[in-house]
């Protein structure tokens, strides 16, 4: 048996939310592992290995340097998942990109993580360990538009966002996307449909197993991931990465989800052997 420290940043929150990671360390005590949880810096227990589990665009370098103690560190590598590094569909102000696009925020999930991190920062006069650069967050759906000329000057004059194309996947049933979630060396792809080209949780009416890409596996080991997910779209038979996620939300509950989940809860053997 093992003994596993979960790495999350200080302003985390993990006991009160729904991390899929919760649900496999749940699975991994049932299993006699020993799981501690280390909510921000501090006094690092002794481990077999660590589970880097920062809910921020960028690991802070105290988090990271720290980590090295342990023999094994899932995620180690996977430090930065900014817009800028993730995506290979970025346009620039005078790209000759005619179609549409989207505009984004770099951070991951709209920014919303490092704001409500630098707010608990402030209260507490605590100095933040955020990424250098502007914290730009939005609650509101990314904005899709005709072409990069209608564009703003503010947007591509602010680095805290990105313009990306906008390339949906769709066939005659409707508009798709899809998640690979790993663990490991087990995983599960999912192809969601919906009514929207811009496919949400609320617009989905199906689901299907789906196959991953060799592209997407090709991203893995680019990105350095042991432990995430994936969202991606296929057009014209090639795999477009969208969004790279180290803190997966936990998906909603059934008993297909859970056989999944105590599927990859086995993992943990191959990322102990990393």
């Known amino acids: 048996m093992a003994h596993i420290v979960l790495i999350t940043h200080v302003y985390d929150n ?28 501090g006094d690092w227990p002794d481990a077999d290995a660590a589970i880097v589990h920062v809910d921020l665009s960028v690991v802070p370098t105290a988090y990271t340097e720290a980590a090295r103690r342990y023999a094994v560190v899932v995620n180690g590598s996977a430090v ?20 549409p696009v989207m505009i984004k925020t770099d951070l991951n999930f709209s920014g919303i993580p490092e704001k409500l991190a630098a707010e608990c920062f402030r209260r507490d006069r605590k100095p933040a360990d955020l990424p250098p650069g502007p914290i730009v967050s939005t609650t509101r759906p990314y904005p899709v538009l005709g072409s ?27 508009y798709w ?21 811009i496919v949400k949780s609320e617009t989905i009416v199906a689901r299907e197993p789906a196959a991953v890409p060799d592209e997407l ?28 996620n180290r803190t997966p939300s936990a998906p909603p509950a059934s008993p297909e989800t859970d056989a999944s989940n105590a599927h990859l809860a086995g993992g943990l053997e191959s990322l102990l052997r990393h």
Do not use: M
């Open 14 to 41: 993990f006991r009160d939310r729904d991390f899929l990671l919760r649900n496999l360390a749940g699975r991994w005590l049932d299993a006699g592992h020993d799981i501690t949880l280390a909510e921000g810096l």
């Open 80 to 99: 930065d998942v900014r817009k800028r590094l993730v995506s290979r569909n970025l346009v620039a102000r005078h790209d000759d990109w005619a179609g």
């Open 177 to 197: 996307v899809r998640a690979w979630v790993f663990c490991g060396d087990r995983e599960r792809c999912t192809r969601y449909r919906g009514t929207h080209p």
């Open 217 to 244: 596996r090709a991203e893995r080991a680019r990105l350095g991931f042991d432990y995430g997910k994936f969202d991606f779209v296929v057009r014209d038979g090639r795999a477009i990465l969208f969004d790279a």
């Open 148 to 174: 990069a000329n209608e564009v703003p000057d503010d947007v591509w004059d602010n680095p805290g966002f990105v313009v990306e194309r906008f390339l949906p996947e769709q066939d005659e049933r409707g």
